[in-house]
């Protein structure tokens, strides 16, 4: 499917034309069966053979911001097209670091672990980009999102801006680390206020 939007973007290009090297490189990489089977082969790692055998690589012409994503429930790694534009060694690392969380998760089993943390990183260097960064500075444009609810602690005076209100009791991480024994406590909850 996603192939089919490429042909239609590129059916206005004439046959007899000639086209240049990075045209041809670009088509390649736009193939789908050809990045899973890249995936696949970078995932060839002792105990991830059940898992590197179900991933899939797949194109999303309606990503903007972001470079990639990485859906463990569906083993589905998604790129943005415009990826292409930035080269073929863009393409890799950005596989590779959507990989790199797809098998931090596999390994952690049941455990909650945190996106870009030491789990991910192993992964990285697994995978052979040890100085991964979490994210990518690619000049794609950037979604600017207003953080309309104001949070903020009595104790510490800490203020916490989300995009969302919480939906249920939330206290200063800081203060019930330090006042709290480390536990929620309700005298460190944050209290909104007026943005």
């Given at each position: 499917m996603q192939l089919d939007f490429f042909t239609k973007l590129t059916s206005?290009?004439?046959?007899?034309?000639?086209?240049?090297?990075?045209?041809?490189?670009?088509?390649?990489?736009?193939?789908?069966?050809?990045?899973?089977?890249?995936?696949?082969?970078?995932?060839?790692?002792?105990?991830?053979?059940?898992?590197?055998?179900?991933?899939?690589?797949?194109?999303?012409?309606?990503?903007?911001?972001?470079a990639g994503t990485a859906n463990y429930a569906k083993l589905l790694v998604t790129l943005n097209p415009r990826l292409v534009e930035f080269g073929t060694d863009e393409v890799d690392q950005t596989l590779r670091h959507e990989l790199a969380h797809l098998l931090a998760r596999f390994r952690a089993g049941q455990r909650r672990i945190a996106p870009h943390g030491r789990e991910w990183k192993l992964a990285c260097r697994e995978l052979g980009i040890a100085d991964e960064k979490r994210c990518h500075n690619l000049p794609l444009p950037h979604r600017q999102v207003r953080r309309n609810h104001l949070y903020r602690c009595l104790s510490c005076g800490v203020e916490v801006r989300r995009v969302r209100p919480f939906r249920a009791k939330v206290a200063c991480l800081s203060c019930c680390r330090s006042k709290g024994n480390g536990r929620y406590d309700d005298r460190f909850r944050l209290v909104k206020e007026e943005a």
């Open positions: 206005w290009i004439r046959q007899d034309a000639p086209v240049a090297p990075a045209t041809v490189a670009t088509a390649k990489l736009r193939d789908d069966a050809e990045l899973t089977a890249r995936a696949r082969a970078l995932l060839e790692l002792p105990g991830c053979g059940d898992m590197a055998a179900r991933v899939r690589v797949q194109w999303n012409p309606r990503m903007r911001s972001t």
